[in-house]
């Protein structure tokens, strides 16, 4: 059985803590603008390496819009490789969320402002090369896992990824490319370090055709999702499941929402302790 609704805050025992981080499928609509992004740079790159590409991308329902500045010596058809992009993440209907058949692709895309050029790359040095633009970011290692990030993330990410290997396997052929997931760890802090202890929650909301119940959802995830992706050692009696909690995910991707480049950050989300201090972080 599935919980209807999350639970109020629980107290946790002195020196634990909560550490939540959420990821999002291919089909994610923020996340299919960052792929139809990336592969217009990637297109550039394959024939001049030299590529100055910042191209940003927007999507509703069955139209994309591409715009923004680059300079490269690649000949490329804009159009082509987005249609390419949108098939890849596995758009091709209208009953999904879009079709890259049919969908109208508005592109606007200019010359790199020679001033930006000048600032950034223009008769510099490789060591003196700039950015076109700046960024505030946090973060740190964590030998917890592998990828050196922290459990939380590492979870969210696989189970994100084997959703789209279940559907594209035929595991489970009636899964849809919209998805998101989220993890929550506890851990127990040990001085100046942490441990993870266990999963506490686990979240996954994926598209699916109409003809799936929430039933058959629910024992597709944990059977094909969920248990080759968290390891047992992590589960217990006490971890909560929140399977498509709102019920039918039947109307997704860009018809379901919109999406724009660089919208899609990694949320975390902290618990300290017993207190009620939360801190969020981007």
């Known amino acids: 059985m599935v919980e209807s609704k999350i639970s109020g805050i629980q107290k946790l025992p002195k020196d634990h803590i909560l550490f939540t981080s959420e990821s999002v499928t291919a089909g994610h609509p923020d996340k299919l603008c960052d792929f139809i992004s990336d592969s217009v740079l990637d297109a550039c790159l394959a024939q001049d390496p030299e590529s100055k590409v910042a191209c940003e991308s927007a999507v509703k329902n069955n139209m994309v819009m591409v715009f923004g500045e680059i300079n490269t010596k690649a000949k490329i058809v804009v159009e082509q490789v987005v249609r390419d992009a949108i098939k890849e993440v596995g758009y091709d209907s209208l009953e999904k969320g879009m079709d890259y058949k049919t969908a109208t692709i508005v592109v606007a895309l200019d010359q790199q402002s020679p001033e930006i050029a000048e600032s950034v790359h223009v008769g510099k040095k490789d060591e003196d090369i700039g950015a076109g633009d700046q960024g505030l970011m946090i ?69 699916h055709k109409a003809s799936l119940t929430l039933e058959e959802i629910i024992s597709q995830l944990k059977e094909h999702v969920i248990k080759p992706v968290i390891p047992a050692q992590y589960l ?6 929140y399977l498509n909690p709102s019920g039918s995910f039947i109307i997704g991707g860009p018809h379901g929402d919109a999406g724009l480049t660089g919208k899609n950050h990694r949320r975390y989300l902290r618990r300290m302790g017993r207190s009620r201090r939360w801190c969020f972080l981007w």
């Open 139 to 207: 973060g740190y290692a964590s030998d917890e896992t592998p990828e050196f990030m922290p459990l939380s993330h590492a979870l969210s990410s696989a189970l994100a990824k084997r959703l789209r290997e279940v559907r594209l396997n035929k595991i489970c052929p009636d899964l849809l490319p919209d998805g998101k997931t989220q993890v929550t760890v506890e851990y127990i802090v040990e001085g100046q370090t942490v441990r993870p202890l266990r999963v506490d929650t686990i979240l996954i909301s994926t598209q």
């Open 236 to 241: 217990d009696e006490k971890t909560k499941y």
